[in-house]
């Protein structure tokens, strides 16, 4: 016997279930999703370095509208920009090693390459105000700040306790000192440096040797206390070195007023022309000076002067046991195949000195190495150029006067360099060059003597050095000028070397290699406008300088109307309204033709509310 139909409400009542059981799971797992979409949104946004933030009133200025000025609308209101996570607050972006990992970077550690430049592409760029840490307060100045910083500032003693007993710095309280120690040099910086003076015998123990040394390079330079000591010879120093297992160094170097940067001697050409030092400094610089055919000696050699010297302060120069006999003996074949002869050596240290003609060079026996450079190959390319163990022969010239010709320190200053004709520049230019910027530096100082003190400034940029006459026009006064020349106009790098001043080379696209908070003045001349030219974003360019700009820091922008009008208009966002000031400058021969303007802007110390994020 068949069982009877189910009733028409049975059969409702059964589907209807199955139907309202089906849609309630999918509710369940949709809402499940939504849920875990807004997490990772959240997380990503709020931790993820890699995750750039968009403003909704992002303004950027196009290279296709460079004819005609673009209006900024007049009700444009951006009273903030997003403030990064704390986590964030000492990032350098383009030497971050956690971005090595999300990009599956796949990168040779024994090379070095891990401290390099790698920088995150546009997608993954913070788009966020770098916070300070907590207890920050502004540093102290100059000359005081040699031997002692806030520790608020730079919260880390790793320092301190594994350098315990080279006098690197040490813990007091609420201040790390810096009493002047190093790896080679106990008994402080200041005595080591008289002793390489007397090595060599130069006269009254002035390593500036009455001012033909004035151009130091120090590789793996600790906290910089060889560079600070140098300053009181009239020398001055580029002190390098990585963000690695003693972190935190460079940091320590700038937050304490002493010209440094950090950067490696990896797989690519420091960013520095050849011949820009006259002498270069290692001392227990950890570097195997012998890998790869000697190619990290012989980049040392390129940016040595002729004649220039390399100090080398390490076991291997004096230590009696096997390993670093063997490591001494190979190192001084390669010096000699290099033409390197040893000028002195004594206790702990060695100092070579590179030849001051070719005719070392000429008299090597065919096939030697390391091989003489190419004709093809430029010894001043240096922006992201791979290095080569090769050594460059000296031009004609220099063969012949044997040097570099370059008057002793501070002569140099303001003397026309012999390289300026191999940029296409005259010695009238030069001149007229300095006179403009020593009048404009004149008109800066005025429009900001109401506000700033005998100290206020200590580490200053110039973020589109040209030839150096804005460094220059700074010479009585007691700071110090990083000159960045964009690697578009590399070549005038070398005049900036010549001059007896320091720089390094660089790409305004990307971020700079240098912690936040380390400059307390940054000068922009028409880098707006070139960035524009390029089509990259001036909102980028802003928040990099509010990153590398101490807070109560000053910019000095000197740009087109129009670019001046873009950036007031981003001033409270980013801050940088605490005191300013704008006024037409007089026309002169580096004016560009377009109406300009001088805007000069302080940054406020953010307050606790400013931290909160937006």
Avoid at 12 to 40: I, M, P, T, Y
Avoid at 337 to 345: E, G, L, N, P, V
Avoid at 422 to 444: C, L, M, P, T
């Amino acid at each position: 016997m068949k069982p009877s139909p189910p009733s028409s409400w049975q059969s409702n009542r059964g589907w209807g279930g199955a139907l309202g059981r089906h849609r309630a799971f999918a509710c369940v797992l949709v809402s499940a999703v939504v849920a875990l979409a807004l997490l990772c949104l959240f997380y990503g946004s709020a931790f993820g370095p890699t995750l750039r933030r968009r403003h909704p009133l992002r303004l950027r200025l196009r290279a296709s509208q460079a004819q005609a000025p673009v209006p900024v609308p007049n009700d444009l209101v951006l009273s903030s920009l997003p403030v990064c996570d704390a986590m964030h607050s000492e990032l350098i972006p383009c030497l971050d090693r956690g971005l090595h990992h999300q990009l599956r970077l796949r990168l040779n550690l024994s090379l070095m390459e891990h401290y390099e430049r790698h920088c995150p592409p546009t997608p993954r760029r913070l788009n966020c105000l770098i916070p300070p840490p907590s207890g920050y307060t502004v540093p102290i100045r100059w000359p005081r700040s040699r031997d002692e910083v806030w520790k608020a500032n730079i919260p880390h003693t790793h320092l301190a306790s594994e350098k315990s007993d080279q006098r690197w710095m040490v813990v007091n309280r609420d201040k790390i000192n810096f009493p002047g120690g190093g790896t080679h040099f106990h008994t402080g910086a200041d005595k080591y440096i008289v002793h390489l003076a007397q090595m060599l015998e130069f006269p009254n123990g002035k390593l500036n040797n009455q001012g033909n040394i004035r151009n130091v390079l120090d590789v793996g330079c600790g906290v910089a206390s060889f560079g600070a000591y140098l300053l009181s010879h009239d020398v001055i120093a580029m002190s390098v070195a990585p963000n690695d297992v003693h972190e935190n160094q460079i940091q320590f170097a700038l937050e304490r007023g002493i010209p440094s940067t950090l950067g490696v001697l990896g797989t690519r050409r420091l960013p520095y022309p050849s011949r820009s030092f006259e002498l270069a400094h290692c001392s227990r610089c950890r570097i195997d000076w012998l890998q790869r055919d000697g190619i990290l000696l012989l980049e040392v050699d390129r940016v040595l002067r002729p004649g220039g010297y390399f100090v080398y302060s390490s076991p291997e120069a004096y230590a009696s046991d096997p390993a670093n006999k063997k490591i001494w003996k190979q190192m001084s074949s390669l010096a000699r195949r290099m033409c390197w002869r040893i000028a002195s050596r004594k206790g702990q240290t060695v100092i070579w000195v590179k030849p001051l003609t070719n005719w070392c060079y000429m008299k090597r026996e065919p096939g030697a190495l390391p091989p003489m450079c190419g004709h093809d190959d430029e010894p001043d390319a240096a922006w992201n150029v791979l290095m080569k163990a090769c050594m460059t022969p000296y031009s004609k010239r220099v063969h012949k006067v044997k040097g570099s010709e370059l008057l002793p320190w501070p002569h140099r200053l303001t003397a026309p360099p012999p390289r300026l004709e191999e940029i296409g520049i005259s010695s009238k230019n030069f001149s007229d060059d300095n006179e403009i910027w020593h009048s404009r530096v004149a008109q800066y100082w005025k429009l900001m003597k109401s506000e700033i003190r005998k100290d206020s400034f200590r580490n200053v940029m110039d973020m589109n050095a040209n030839l150096g006459g804005f460094a220059a026009s700074l010479r009585t006064k007691d700071v110090w000028v990083m000159n960045v020349v964009p690697f578009m106009q590399s070549g005038k790098l070398k005049i900036i070397y010549d001059r007896g001043l320091i720089g390094t080379i660089h790409n305004w696209c990307e971020s700079f290699s240098t912690y936040p908070r380390t400059y307390d003045l940054l000068h922009a001349w028409l880098l707006f406008s070139e960035m524009e030219n390029q089509g990259c974003s001036l909102e980028d360019l802003l928040i990099e300088m509010d990153r590398v700009m101490r807070p109560h820091g000053y910019a000095i922008i000197r740009d087109k109307a129009a670019v001046i009008d873009y950036i007031k208009k981003l001033l409270p966002a980013l801050r940088w309204d605490d005191w300013s000031s704008e006024v037409k400058p007089k026309e002169d021969a580096l004016s560009s033709g377009d109406e300009e303007r001088v805007l000069i802007v302080r940054k406020k110390l953010w307050d606790d509310e400013a931290l909160q994020p937006s």
